[in-house]
């Protein structure tokens, strides 16, 4: 019986339209052995926590280049505490500010990556995101 892979969403909410980044940390994390579920542009944050926990997803990958990141990942997180899925990490990536981290990190965000973050440590990240889900990670 082969082990469970680590199911990842990634998600770009809001009106951001720019995606070569969100494909290509997709394509990193699929290389390295994840499932990976691109909700693709323009979503929603109900539209992301619903995907989230219809998929069963270990962690959820937010691409925000748009400066919306302070609307949206609180909302985010919010949504994903009112529908009990709080357990879910979220990681996020894009054009994020130095000085918007604590504010990230206080809605709880477990990661933040800027351009210029190797893909490497993307998916050691998501990898370490994955485990500490309550329910041990990865699903069948």
């Known amino acids: 019986m082969s082990e ?3 199911r990842i969403l990634i998600a770009k909410p809001g009106l951001d339209g720019h995606d070569r980044g969100a494909k290509v940390v997709a394509r990193a994390l699929r290389d390295a052995g994840m499932e990976v579920i691109y909700t693709g542009l323009h979503q ?14 270990d962690a959820i990958g937010l691409s925000i280049m748009s400066g919306a990141h302070g609307h949206l990942v609180p909302e985010i997180t919010r949504l994903l ?31 933040i990556m800027t351009p210029g973050t190797p893909l490497a440590d993307i998916v050691t990240k ?3 995101a994955a485990a500490t889900r309550t329910d041990g990670g990865a699903h069948p």
């Open 4 to 6: 469970a892979r680590i």
């Open 44 to 57: 929603t944050p109900e539209m992301v926590v619903g995907a989230a926990i219809q998929e069963g997803v």
């Open 81 to 111: 505490k009112e529908k009990g899925a709080q357990d879910i990490p979220v990681l996020l990536g894009g054009i994020i500010p130095e000085e918007d981290f604590a504010a990230m990190r206080q809605a709880g965000v477990f990661e």
């Open 126 to 128: 998501f990898k370490s």
